[in-house]
């Protein structure tokens, strides 16, 4: 879906509606297979749409939130139920054994503040749930950057989407080359750590 042109993406998401916003936020953070959706963009686009009266921001924020923190809290319990098993093969066509420890190291670097960061992050955000549970980070600590991670992420975007379109006249016209920006900056990260990574092996 992230690979759809993105000029299309208010009439999916008019298409979807609310309960379809909830279902698609939800899978990006809490399910294994949902790191393909563009989180981001969609809720940039949800709260300029609001902007548009085609969707109550004070229904939109609320509900954007709740699958943000719920979906990050379903990635978590599956990753310290289920995790264990997924790694418990060396020859796993997804995982092997030293991503336990790789896990247990990241936390122990960066501590649970990774919970929350890491909602800015494209696929990291849909991983790094999983891993805490795998990993076995206390749960009292990451509900708490859950929480406020899934305040900032879900109802900042789509705030921040909906001022734009009261304050600026016309912006929808620009809405694809403001999602291609969304993405580019959020994937910056990425991209640093991995030329970091080249560097340092060399």
Partial sequence: MSFIPHFDLPQIIQAFGYIGLFGIIFAETGLFLGFFLPGDSLLFTA????????????????LVIAPAILGDSFGYWFGAKVGPKIFNQEDSLLFHKRHIERTREFYAKYGAKAVFLARFIPIVR????????VGGMPYKIFVKYNIIGGFVWGGGMTILGYSLGKSVPGIDKYLTIIIIGIIIVSFLPIA?????????KK
């Fill in 192 to 200: 640093f750590e991995f030329a970091k990574d080249k560097i340092s």
């Fill in 126 to 133: 849909t991983f790094i749930p999983i891993l805490a549970g």
């Fill in 47 to 62: 709260g300029l749409l609001s902007s548009q009266g085609l969707f109550s921001i004070w229904v939109l924020a609320p």
